[in-house]
């Protein structure tokens, strides 16, 4: 089945330090792959998306590639900030019958200062 | 509107009630999804509709869950005789098309509901 796996959290880092958020998915057909962020208190937001092989989404400074290869998408930020702590969701969305997006469980982040 | 409106913000209820969840989509925007958020268990599906159609309800976990949307717009997720598994964050969410790769979502601020 379609199926999207993300590293457990929580993570914690310290501010300025390096981000990853590992990603892969199983997937029929050629999804397009998404980081959704839960801010605490807030509700959903997209971060970003790419939608075909060796894409680039990024924003706020975080940036992920979709690897067709490796069937990942790892969400990366060079230098976290506090205000980035909040819950990030890998997704995708399978184009050939509707446009239902399946979600992986979510990753807490906490940055300390 | 301007966003995905939901109400209430949070419900409590007795185990055995029934619940209704409201959801008021994003203008013009012609597919809405609910989804269930459960501690540790991230995002679950519950059911889609395209127009006032729900082409997908795979995801409903009981005869107990239901769903309807009129007019296009508003939509109701109602459960029946409540259980304490129930309890969970429930997340509304809306877009413009359906079967459009690479369109994402956008949600509301989801209702809290807890049964006692």
């Known amino acids: 089945g379609n199926s999207v796996t993300q590293m457990e959290g929580p993570v914690t880092l310290s501010e300025e330090a390096f981000l990853t958020i590992n990603c892969t998915y199983t997937?029929?057909?050629?999804?397009?792959l998404f980081w959704y962020v839960q801010y605490p208190g807030e509700g959903l937001q997209l971060l970003l998306k790419?939608?075909?092989?060796?894409d680039k989404g990024s924003n706020k400074g975080f940036e992920a590639t979709y690897r067709k290869e490796t069937t990942s998408f790892h969400l990366e930020k060079g230098s976290v900030q506090v205000s980035d702590s909040a819950v990030y969701f890998c997704a995708l969305n399978l184009m050939n019958r509707d446009d239902k997006i399946i979600f992986g469980k979510g990753t807490r982040l906490h940055i300390l200062p | 509107g301007a966003g995905v409106s939901q109400s209430p913000s949070n419900k409590v209820t007795e185990k055995g009630k029934d619940v209704e969840l409201r959801c008021d989509p994003i203008?013009?925007?012609?597919?809405l999804y609910w989804y269930r958020q459960s501690l540790g268990q991230g995002l679950e599906f519950l059911i889609y509709f395209q127009g006032n159609s729900a082409p997908d309800k795979s995801g409903l976990p009981s005869d107990r869950f239901s769903a309807e949307r009129t007019g296009g717009s508003v939509s109701t997720l109602t459960i029946q005789r409540t259980q304490q598994e129930d309890s969970a964050v429930y997340l509304c969410a809306s877009s413009p098309h359906a079967a459009k790769t690479g369109i994402g979502y956008t949600f509301g601020s989801g209702t809290r509901l807890t049964v006692v």
């Open positions: 997937a029929t057909g050629y999804p397009s």
């Open positions: 203008s013009g925007h012609t597919a």
């Open positions: 790419a939608t075909k092989a060796d």
